[in-house]
């Protein structure tokens, strides 16, 4: 757990490390771990926000091609999801009903699906920009069998959007000299801002329990 967090804090280090190894293999890796984040609901883990930051402002120094990392991201986002909505469609509901499934935090999955009740297709793109919620989505989305063509339409603007907006905020901001030396910081803020609004459907959904059970007493 210490060393994850310490690549999601550190991930440009990481990212620099990658290239000077892998070379041009480096955009494969990239894909990888973006599809990893979205397609498999075992690892909500992966850097996601602070990655996609981080390749950016690599790109601003010349280290990435910022129309590669353009191309890689949203296709491994929306490929992501899109396997994810379908082990969801598929195998889904066994899972969601069962306590003991390993390898998968059913609290998170809970709170996903409460989200996605709420929100219903524009909780697809919601909840893209917020960890953990976006792994858990197109699962939880393929569980309830939301139509598909609908599914794909709020993906592909959200998969679009998503690196759209972190890269190439990188891009343009992540080699200024007040974010590289607290890069760390800003890491943590942008997990932070992308957290707020999750935090406050949580919270507003509870209230609303409770309200709800006061009333019926």
Known sequence: ???????????????????????IWSYVI????VFCETGLVVTPFLP?????FAAGALAGIGSFDVTIL??????????GDNVNYW????IGPKI????DVRFLNKKHLDRTHEFYEKHGGLAVIFGRFAPIIRTFMPFVAGIG???YAKFLAFDIFSGILWPA???LSGYYFGNLPLVKNYFSLVVIVIIVISLIPIIYQVVRMRLDKKIGTAVSK
């Not at 967090?5 to 620099?16: G, Q, R, S, T």
């Open 165 to 167: 907006l972190f890269v």
């Open 30 to 33: 990239l894909f990888v771990i």
């Open 145 to 147: 069998r939301m139509n």
């Open 87 to 90: 082990i969801g469609r598929s």
């Open 96 to 99: 969601f009903h069962r306590e």
């Open 70 to 79: 353009m191309t890689v991201f949203p296709a491994a986002a929306i490929i």
């Open 48 to 52: 996601g926000d602070s990655l996609l």
């Open 1 to 23: 757990m210490l060393k994850m967090i310490d690549i999601v804090l550190h991930v440009d280090k990481y990212l620099d490390i990658i290239i000077q190894t892998f070379g």
